[in-house]
C-alpha cells in the first residue's frame, strides 16, 4: 500500500478514511484544525460523499457526530481540548448512550499552552465519563489506531477518545497505509431505548456503563499498544505515556535503554502491567506530556506507597510541554549540546496583521471611551484578543467562547457603565447567541461588538457560520433594529465611527455594532468571486 509523509494530525485523518469513515465534524481549534481539514480537502472523501462541514461549536459537531453514530455508520468529532469543555454535556452523556457506529473523539490537547487558555489534559475527561483513551506514540500509531478505535467502539458500544498533544499534531513521519475498508450501511440500534436518556433508561444504561468497564481494562491489558520492555537495570523503571515513549526512545538511540520500560498507549490504565512494574523496579519514573494524570493515579491519596518520580516531585517540570531535553535530564543524562537560536526564528510576540480591520476598530472604540477610562471593555477568545497588546491596550478580559457577552452583562447588573463586550463573528455563531439572548431578556445596558471579517481568521481561515445572518440573527435574538449598527472600519470612517459608537454608549439597553471588514488575508479571494 502506498506510504505518506503526514502530520500527526493527518495521520489520524487519513486513518479515520481507511477505515470507514462516512462523516466528520469538529470546530477549529489549534492544534487539532488539521485532522478535519485533512478530511475536508481529500479526493476520495469528496468521491466518497464522507460529510465534512464545520459545525458551528464543538457541542453541536458531538451531537451530530453521536446522529451519525445512531445510524450506524462510523464517525469522528474534532476539537482541541478546550473544546471538550464545550462538548461536555453530549460527551459524558455519550458515554452512557453508547454508540452503535463507530464514534471517535479526536482531541489534540496543547501543553504548554501555545496557542491556548490553560493545559488541560483530555485523559481526565476519558476517566471521569468512563469512555477508553488511546494515545498514539508516533504518527504510524496515529494512522493504526483508528482503525482499532473504530473496532473497539462497535463491539462494545463506546466512545473512544484519540488523544493528540501539540507536537505529534504538527510533527511529520511516514505512514504506510492499509486496506481500506469499506463504510457501514445504516443500521438503526437493535435497542431502540438505548438513546434515550429518560431516567428509567438511564439507570439501566450507566449500570452497563460501570460493568462495561472491566470490560475495557481488560482491553487494556491485552492491548498491542501497551508494550513491557524489561531492562536489566531494575533500580528504575519508566511508564512512557503517548509521546512519551517516543521521547524516551529518543534519548536512547544509539542503545537500548538499560531500565525496563512500560509503554502507555491505551487507556483505562493496564493494572497487571503496572504492578509487574512496581514489584520489579526500585523507583518509577513516570514520562506523560500534559498533566501528571497517572502519576496522580498511582501516587493515591497518601502519596506514601510506592516511590515514584515525576511531575509532582519535580523530577520532570510541573508545566508545560515535555520534550526529550527535560527527559534526559531526569534521566541523569549528559544534556545534548546547544546551539544559540537564530535571530529570525527567535519567539516574537502577536500582534494584529498589518491592514487587520479590527486595528481601526479598537482605535474608533478606545477614542469613543476616552472620557471612561480603562476597565470596561470585555473580550473573547480570537484575533481581537489581540487588542490587549500595544499600542491599543483596548480590552480587559478574555476568558473562553461567549464569556465577552455574559461578563459584559454580569458587569452591567453590577452597575458598570458603560460595559462593552468585544466578540468575532464567528465566535458569535459558537457560544455568543445565547448570552446576547440573555442581555435582551434582561434588558441589559450593554454594546456588543460582533467583529465581522467573514472568517475563523486565528485557526486558518475556515467558513464562519453566521456569514451574512448576522443582523438576522440579533433581530431574531430580540435587538431593537435601530440599535443594530453595521460600521466600516477604515481610517476615513473614524470620525462616523466614533460618533455611532457613542451614541450606542448613551442608549440604555442592548446594542449592537458589527464593524464590516474581510480579513486582509481572505480580500483577494473575495475579490476574485
Known sequence: MDKLLLLGDEALAQGALDAGLSGAYGYPGT???????????NKEAAQRG????????????????????????????????????????????????GTNGGLIVAVADDPSMHSSQNEQDSRHYGRFALIPVFEPSNQQEAYDMTFDAFELSEHLKTPVIMRLVTRLSHSRAGIHRTKRVNENKIKLPENPNQFVLLPAFARQN??????????????????????????????????????????????HVEAECEFPILKICQYPLPRKLIVKMVEECDEILIVEDGMPVVEEWLRGYLDNSLN?????????????????AKLRTALKLTPHPTKEIPEVVKGRPPELCKGCPHRDTYLALNEAMKEYGPGHVFADIGCYTL?????????????????????????????????????????FGH???????????????????????????????????????????????????????????????????????????????????????????????????
Open 206 to 251: 450507566y449500570k452497563k456503563l460501570v460493568e462495561k468497564n472491566k470490560l475495557l481494562e481488560e482491553e487494556s491489558e491485552n492491548s498491542k499498544y501497551n508494550v513491557y520492555h524489561d531492562g536489566k537495570d531494575k533500580s528504575l523503571g519508566i511508564i512512557a505515556c503517548g509521546l512519551g515513549y517516543n521521547y524516551v526512545k529518543e534519548n
Open 50 to 97: 464522507v460529510h465534512r462541514t464545520w459545525s458551528a461549536n464543538e457541542k453541536t459537531a458531538m451531537e451530530e457526530a453521536l446522529g451519525m453514530s445512531y445510524t450506524g455508520k462510523r464517525a469522528i468529532v474534532t476539537m482541541k481540548h478546550v473544546g471538550l469543555n464545550v462538548a461536555a454535556d453530549p460527551f459524558v452523556n455519550s458515554g452512557i448512550t
Open 308 to 324: 515514584i518520580k515525576g511531575r509532582m516531585d519535580g523530577t520532570l517540570p510541573r508545566v508545560g510541554e515535555l520534550d526529550p
Open 387 to 427: 487588542g490587549f497588546l500595544s499600542p491599543f491596550n483596548a480590552i480587559n478580559s478574555c476568558v473562553d467562547m461567549g464569556a465577552s457577552i455574559s461578563m459584559a452583562v454580569g458587569a452591567a447588573d453590577a452597575g458598570l457603565f458603560p460595559s462593552i463586550a468585544v466578540i468575532g463573528d464567528s465566535t
Open 31 to 41: 492544534p487539532s484544525t488539521e485532522i478535519f481539514e485533512y478530511v475536508q480537502h
Open 431 to 529: 457560544s455568543g447567541m445565547t448570552p446576547l439572548l440573555d442581555a435582551v431578556n434582561s434588558k441589559a445596558n450593554v454594546v456588543v461588538f460582533i467583529l465581522d471579517n467573514s472568517i475563523v481568521a486565528m485557526t486558518g481561515m475556515q467558513a464562519s457560520a453566521v456569514t451574512g445572518k448576522i443582523e438576522d440573527i440579533c433581530l431574531g435574538l430580540g435587538v431593537e433594529k435601530e440599535h443594530i449598527r453595521v460600521i466600516n472600519p477604515l481610517k476615513n470612517h473614524h470620525d462616523e465611527n466614533v460618533a455611532i459608537i457613542k451614541e450606542e454608549i448613551d442608549y440604555n439597553g442592548v446594542s449592537v455594532v458589527i464593524p464590516r471588514r474581510p480579513c486582509i488575508h481572505i480580500v483577494k479571494k473575495i475579490r476574485k468571486k
